[in-house]
């Protein structure tokens, strides 16, 4: 079981918009700046898309946008493309007895 | 451009040490940034392992910290993985990748090595 939990699965059709959201606790995603989100296409390693809650990489889409409230973080997709279909991750540091790194349990994105 | 390159056994023997290698170029470990191993059972998610920082201070997540060693060889530009006493749980694709020190994300990725553990 993953610390932090995502959504299973998400679809949405060409040109819409959909959000992944991402749920921990007040250890993790609700006490630290420090959520990154990860595209995985298929037989490929994982990609940065977002780190630092908000912030996009050089060479990343602004079709992608990242935010947090509270304890849950979010990925807003907008302007859905036939590329875009992949798994997504997030993932958070947290420390409680010792610094660690968790991630969601992946979110599988169908573009209809 | 930085570049990630994992290599290593792809068959252990349940309760043998796995130990795997990320030769990295285009960027010099010694310079800094935290270098570290994520892991990924077939059909599942993400696990981080654990980071070094080139001079030697080493993260590993609690839940595999008793079996897990990872060193750093600046000389070759490398740093390894080390997983003792494994199990069929421990089969995964294995990516070893670059952390932003003190940010905690990963923006350098190896492509990948799976270790299957079977007898």
């Known amino acids: 079981q993953s610390a932090l939990t995502q959504p299973a699965s998400v679809s949405g059709s060409p040109g819409q918009s959909i959000t992944i959201s991402c749920s921990g606790t007040s250890s993790d995603v609700g006490g630290y700046n420090y959520v990154s989100w990860y595209q995985q296409h298929p037989g490929k390693a994982p990609k940065l898309m977002i780190y630092e809650v908000t912030t996009r990489p050089s060479g990343v889409s602004n079709r992608f946008s990242g935010s947090k409230s509270g304890n849950t973080a979010s990925l807003t997709i907008s302007g859905l493309q036939a590329e875009d279909e992949a798994d997504y991750y997030c993932?958070?540091?947290?420390?409680?007895?010792?610094?660690?790194?968790?991630f969601g349990g992946g979110t599988k994105l169908t573009v209809l | 451009q930085v570049q990630l390159q994992e290599s290593g056994p792809g068959l252990v023997k349940p309760s043998e040490t796995l130990s795997l290698t990320c030769a990295v170029s285009?960027?010099?470990?010694?310079?800094?940034?935290?270098w570290g191993w994520i892991r990924q059972p077939p059909g599942k998610g993400l696990e981080w392992i654990g980071f070094i920082f080139h001079s030697g201070n080493i993260f590993y997540t609690p839940s595999l910290r008793s079996r897990v060693t990872i060193l750093v060889d600046t000389s070759k530009n490398q740093f390894s993985l080390r997983l003792s006493s494994v199990t069929a749980a421990d089969t995964a694709l294995y990516y070893c990748a670059r952390t932003v020190t003190s940010q905690y994300y990963f923006d350098y990725w190896g492509q990948g090595i799976l270790v299957t553990v079977s007898s």
């Open positions: 285009g960027y010099s470990i010694s310079r800094g940034y935290y």
């Open positions: 993932s958070s540091y947290t420390f409680t007895s010792a610094v660690d790194v968790v």
